[in-house]
């Protein structure tokens, strides 16, 4: 009818789509019975255009469109049949084949049948089942993912030898041993060779290596060969070890199957080099290390670049967890367990692992200095530890090894004649120039050509542009190889243009062509008495290498100073012609001139645009000024907007250290000291961080002092520091801004904090060592206090952490040692109450130097003894009790709860408690049971009541983990137990372990794990006494057969113990017997072997009950409820039905009734039908009661389904009043009232309170079933 009114079959609505394309699209709710498809063959009939494709982003086909929400063979052919052509790909190069084999968006499961049926009908119409979209994936490749039948039928029409060959290696990614296996015959049905390569050389054994061992074998069974090597020469074992979670069951399986584990690959590397690449510290990598080495791998072999393990070591990506804390152990600490590493072994670039690690990492330093180094060990080429790290311009390495080595030669020449300070001065750092100077470093020595210090000062350019050419990583620069005398670290190349910063301020990114830092390094040579107008020996004064390499910032100096400029050109004066000499020299300056930068201030000022972008953003275009133009700048900044926030920017990006800067800051602050000046004060500070508070969305916890940002920085920065403190006269004692709430609350408050010390104290880099020291001698308190009453002291007391992926507080032992000895309070408490020894609870160094210059362990809130438990620091713990800290002390301050939140009761908390629980986040429990073990030997009462109930060792029987329970029952700690103690209950240790809450490794968890013995099993063979009673008349029988968490078997095994024997049948005060606390839980196979041993299954318990009412009910759960919270219920098995149906019928073979009732007039089928319903996966909970009625009613029972209870309820009331649970499923209920009713029983039949089976129902708003007899 709207065809024949004129309606538009070809008509885009508002979303660029035609009638047509509508009827393609996806149903709603995906529901591919609800689609549009008869619509779509009408339209076609009538004339719709096949061929019309969606508006971008999706170009999709009517074919492609079809196929994407349906498998309608038909509609496919009719399409076809009007135009459309089935080879036609999308935008993503997709054919109609490829769309057709992958899974529709139907959330019902599709007919793979009709799937098959347009696979054969496309291929029959010429779809090309190899054809790559723009991804590279093919049909024949997508339906791997979607059913071996259609894989099959593609893939023998798939003649292109790469897709074929693609699909095999493919296999590696099917994770499903099942489908593994069945895709691996029928591609070797179709020919595929098992022992074909990919690009790399690699089979498919290989590519499966790394996912577990079951297709491996599989594999292996096919015939694989399990000793190929890939294209590099490695072999499985190799290939393993580039996996971050490394297989070491997989190796031991590779090892079994003969493959060597003394093999090198084509670059002769071992196991342990290619393990070393990747080595993160954590338990895993180091266990798998360590294992390595138990098969004699040579720790000191050498690859065909001369390096050993510990070469490789050194220059590996750093790898770690912020998890892990400091957990980690050290590669060496593995690797040369038996002191057969030979640190020396110079690579075939003549270097040791130790060169390497100066140019690195401070902590590789710190850690190959315990193996006793000689650090003067010379490279090849005469350099020491000094020339290297100055050439790799890393001036904290410089610092570390002038405050740590003091026996290093600070003159050393090298084969060029070249001492450390000729490499610091051409690396353009005035930072290391500084650090080598204080030293003593001489600065007349002449290298071999002649050249001085100064020289080398003029090499700047060079030396920097070949730091540009190793940052560049373009191939067709045919650059050299990687220069191992200037390794990268972190990303030097071009980034993101810095316009394009979405989620940072920007800053313009410019390659360093010189140094700004040689302005202040020549003026420090001058200072020292470097001569200026030395030769080399081609004649040359440093200001002539200067002048040709374009050292700008070199010429600048002499530029501005005539004195300098007539000491550097002295060797003129020979000439005997003084008006030439000044003539020359006059040309020297004209070309200096030329050279240096020019400011660009007064055009900026006429761009009023571009200024005030410049003003809104000055770090932006920092980089670009010259000295006296970024002087301006900045005093601009602090007149006109001194709070915005560009203006701290600019401040923060002027307190880096030189290698961080593209200008002479250090210059700019003494042209522009404003603005360090106006943050140099807390008012001042503060005013900046209560405006943002209340003006920007997020605000910074604290903001510095100009002094505390300089302080802050990672490399050194000790010329700032001097320049800020000696030439501008910063306060250092200054504090800092801290808000008193959130980053997000603008309701914060600001507060003072800490100062310029606390953040030296930080020691995360020994170059802060001597920024403490000269704040110190400069005037810095050293009891100063931050917002949390922490003095510096306080802070340096933490020690070594491993935090992010790095390590902080590399030296936090040196900086205590000097805050000690300039007086810091080695006992202050913070505002938490805790001193300097509390905050060393994690570092055994500092707590040993804490304790020997004479701090209090007794003052504060708690003992420190609690800090290093909650930290799993054995060292230190032990330090403390060999102190004298009693391993009994009482924490009053401490509820059980924040120990474990399952321990809700209040209890008494001593440091055994804390010792039995992971207490602090992410911590491991492994690294718990040595502090038990240590407090233990220390003489630890565990006889200590915790409350009116519990006594300390029956409480670490119950609640801890398997670990604890397992470590008190090994000797030295149980010789130290009495497991037949009693606490104020009556209850013994060993009824205490009976009690044990939590499960055994290997049940219900950690399935990889073997079962290990009960512990109860375990104190028997101690000596414990399993005949004793408690208050209640309990055995411990009674109490391990009231424990959920145990499996049948520990139970068992301690039911058939001959000193349990006598316990068997005992009844406590209530009068239940063993076999009633085993059917309390109803474990069948327990109750059978009680009954073997002579139990009495007729007997009922005190209240009646018989042994058919506590089947009927729990014979239908599927999971058990652990004894501890937060664990998994326990699996009850498959067969856990018919285990309790065949004590049922026993129960009515001996003559058991099963009408009993019990004191309450419950029958069990009353029982059965208030029971819970199965609670599982898989299972069928809408129907389990009525599933299983015939089962244990049958109608020959003689089950008195009339039976009323003492409150007149029958079996209706019960189903009606059934308690519903997570696991109640709509309808379950309604079911059974309806099997009952047709068995004749009336629904409007009242029990003793005037109430029937409806108005229960109708109370508990069961309305489905008050429907079926119409009331409401």
């Known amino acids: 009818m709207l065809l024949k009114a004129g309606a538009d079959l070809e008509r885009f609505d508002g979303h660029g789509r035609t009638p047509l394309i509508i009827s393609a699209q996806d149903p709603r709710y995906s529901d591919e019975t609800r689609n549009h498809l008869p619509a779509l063959r009408a339209l076609v009939r009538a004339g719709a255009n096949v061929k019309v494709l969606g508006q971008p982003p999706s170009m999709d086909t009517m074919l492609h469109r079809v196929l994407e929400h349906s498998r309608d063979l038909e509609v496919v052919k009719l399409l076809v049949e009007y135009g459309c052509d089935p080879m036609q790909k999308n935008e993503n190069g997709e054919t109609a084949l490829k769309r057709a084999v992958s899974h529709t968006s139907s959330y019902k499961p599709e007919c793979d049948s009709r ?103 599989i594999l292996k069974d096919h015939g694989a060969r399990t000793d190929v090597r890939d294209s590099n020469g490695n072999n499985a074992l190799h290939r393993l070890c580039f996996y971050e979670n490394r297989r070491t069951e997989e190796m031991k399986m590779l090892i079994d199957d003969g493959i060597d584990p003394l093999a090198i690959n084509n670059n002769g590397d071992t196991l342990l080099h290619l393990v070393a690449k990747r080595y993160d510290g954590t338990r895993e990598t180091a266990d798998l290390l360590g294992w390595l080495l138990s098969f004699g791998i040579p720790v000191n072999a050498v690859n065909n670049q001369g390096a050993t393990p510990l070469h490789v070591f050194q220059t590996r990506r750093r ?130 050509d002649g050249s001085s210090v100064l020289h080398a000062c003029a090499d700047i350019r060079i030396e920097q542009s070949i730091w540009n050419l190793q940052a560049r990583e373009s191939l067709w620069l045919r650059r050299p190889s990687i220069d191992p005398l200037r390794p990268r670290v972190g990303n030097d190349y071009l980034r993101e243009p810095w316009y394009q910063a979405r989620y940072s301020t920007p800053e313009v990114d410019v390659q360093r062509n010189t140094s700004p830092g040689v302005v202040t390094i020549i003026k420090m040579l001058v200072e020292h008495g470097v001569d200026l107008g030395w030769l080399d020996d081609r004649k040359r004064t440093a200001l002539d290498v200067a002048l040709y390499t374009g050292c700008s910032d070199f010429a600048e100096v002499f530029s501005e100073d005539e004195d300098l400029l007539n000491l550097a050109t002295v060797e003129l004066e020979k000439e005997n012609d003084a008006e030439k000499v000044e003539e020359m020299r006059r040309g020297i300056k004209l070309q200096m001139l030329l050279m240096c930068p020019r400011s660009c201030w007064d055009t900026l000022r006429q761009y009023e645009e571009g200024f005030k972008s410049l003003m809104d953003s000055p770090q932006t275009f920092l980089g ?43 210059s700019v602050i003494e042209h522009a000291p404003g603005l360090v000046k106006f943050y140099s004060n807390y008012e001042n500070a503060k005013a900046k961080l209560e405006k943002e508070t209340l003006e920007e969305r997020w605000h910074p916890k604290s903001l510095m002092t100009a002094l505390g940002l300089a302080c802050s920085q990672e490399e050194s920065n000790i010329l700032t520091l001097r320049l800020l403190v000696e030439t501008l006269k910063v306060d250092v004692n200054a504090k800092f801004a801290v808000s008193t709430g959130d980053g997000y609350d603008k309701r914060s408050g600001v507060t003072s904090g800490g100062t310029a010390l606390h953040v030296l104290a930080e020691a995360n880099h020994h170059w802060q ?151 602090k986040l992410n911590s491991q429990f492994a690294n718990t049971v040595p502090l038990l073990r240590t407090l233990i030997g220390h003489g630890a009462n565990l006889y200590l009541p915790l409350n009116d109930d519990e006594t300390l060792v029956h409480f670490l029987f119950v609640y801890p983990d398997y670990e604890v329970i397992n470590e008190l029952l090994k000797q030295p700690c149980a010789s130290q137990i009495d497991f037949n103690h009693r606490d104020q209950r009556g209850q013994t240790v060993l009824m205490a372990a009976c009690n044990w809450r939590e499960t055994l490794p290997g049940f219900s968890h950690r399935h990889w794990e073997k079962l290990p013995a009960g512990p109860p099993v375990r104190m028997l063979d101690l000596g414990a006494d399993a005949t004793l009673v408690d208050n209640l008349g309990k055995t411990a029988l009674h109490h391990l057969l009231s424990n959920p968490g145990l499996p049948d078997d520990t139970l068992i095994e301690f039911i058939n113990r001959t000193e349990v024997a006598p316990t068997l049948f005992q009844k406590d005060q209530e009068g239940y017997s063993p076999l009633h606390y085993a059917l309390r839980l109803l474990r069948p196979q327990v109750c059978e072997e009680l009954l073997t041993k002579g139990a009495d299954l007729l007997q009922p318990d005190p209240q009646s009950r018989t042994a058919l009412h506590y089947i009927a009910l729990q014979c239908l759960l599927n999971t058990r409820e652990p004894g501890s919270p937060g664990r998994l219920n326990i699996e009850l098995g498959d067969d ?137």
Not at 862 to 887: K, M, R, W
Not at 1170 to 1189: L, V
């Open 624 to 666: 670009l000024l010259s000295v006296r133009d970024a002087a301006k700048l900045m005093d601009q900044c602090v007149e006109t907007a001194p709070l915005a926030m560009g203006t701290y920017e600019l401040l923060e990006k002027m307190m880096r250290p030189s290698n961080c800067q593209t200008i002479n800051h250090l």
């Open 769 to 919: 060592l001597g920024g403490l020291r000269y704040l110190i001698d400069n005037g810095a308190n050293v009891n100063a206090l931050d917002k949390d009453g922490q003095t510096p002291l306080h802070v340096a007391a933490g020690g070594l952490v491993h935090e992010n992926r790095d390590v902080k507080g590399l030296a936090r032992l040196q900086a205590v040692k000097i805050l000690l000895d300039n007086g810091a309070d080695i006992n202050a408490l913070d505002n938490h109450k805790l001193t300097p020894l509390h905050k060393a609870s994690n570092a055994p160094d500092v707590t040993k130097e804490l304790l020997s210059r004479g701090a209090d362990a007794t003052i504060g809130k708690e003992s420190p003894l609690f800090e290093a438990i909650f930290d799993q620091n054995q060292e230190v713990l032990e330090a403390l009790l060999n102190h004298g800290s009693s391993p009994d002390t009482l924490n009053e301050a401490k509820h059980s709860r924040s120990v474990h939140y399952n321990l809700t009761k209040s209890r008494r908390v001593y440091p055994v408690l804390c010792a039995a629980f992971a207490e």
């Open 1136 to 1272: 856990y039905f018919n285990q309790c149906y065949a004590l049922w019928k026993k129960f009515i073979a001996q003559g058991g009734s099963i009408n009993s009732p019990d004191n309450a007039g419950n029958t069990p089928l009353h029982t059965y039908l208030s029971s819970p319903t199965n609670n599982g996966y898989n299972t069928h909970p809408e129907s389990c009661h009525t599933d299983h009625y015939a089962t244990l009613f049958p109608e020959d029972s003689g089950v008195d389904i009339f039976a009323l209870n003492k409150s007149g309820e029958g079996a209706l009331h019960m189903v009606a009043g059934r308690v519903n649970t997570y696991s109640t499923v709509d309808g379950h209920d309604k079911k059974l009232f309806v099997l009952m009713m047709n068995k004749g029983l009336d629904p409007l039949k009242e029990d003793e309170r005037g109430r029937s089976a409806l108005d229960i129902a109708s109370a508990c708003e069961k309305d489905d079933i008050v429907g079926l007899l119409g009331r409401k």
């Open 115 to 217: 799937k098959m049926d347009i696979v054969k009908y496309l291929l029959d119409q010429g779809a090309d089942p190899c054809c790559k979209d723009k991804y590279g994936r093919t049909p024949v490749g997508a339906a791997m993912s979607h059913g071996p039948d259609v894989f099959k039928v593609l893939f023998e029409r798939s003649t292109d030898t790469s897709v074929r060959q693609h699909c095999w290696f493919n296999l590696s990614s099917i994770s499903d041993v099942g489908k593994f296996t069945h895709y691996l015959e029928l591609l070797l049905s179709e020919g595929i060779d098992m022992e074909m390569v990919d690009s790399d050389g690699k089979t498919l054994y290989l590519n499966c290596l790394g996912y577990g061992k079951e297709r491996l074998l």
């Open 319 to 448: 790898t770690g967890s912020t998890l892990l804390d400091n957990k980690r152990t050290h590669f060496l600490d593995v690797l040369n367990r038996t002191g057969e590493v030979d640190p020396q072994i110079r690579d075939n670039d003549g270097l040791s692992p130790l060169h390497l690690a100066v140019m690195r990492s401070e902590v590789e330093i710190s850690e190959l200095k315990k193996l006793g180094l000689d650090l003067n060990f010379l490279t090849s080429d005469l350099q020491n530890v000094l020339h290297l790290a100055c050439r790799a311009r890393k001036a904290s390495l410089v610092a570390q090894i002038l405050e740590t080595v003091p026996n290093i030669d600070m003159n050393q020449e090298d084969q060029f004649g070249r001492t450390p300070l000729h490499y610091a001065c051409s690396s353009g750092d005035p930072e290391i120039v500084a650090w080598l100077l204080r030293y003593g470093a001489s600065t007349y020595i002449k290298a071999n």
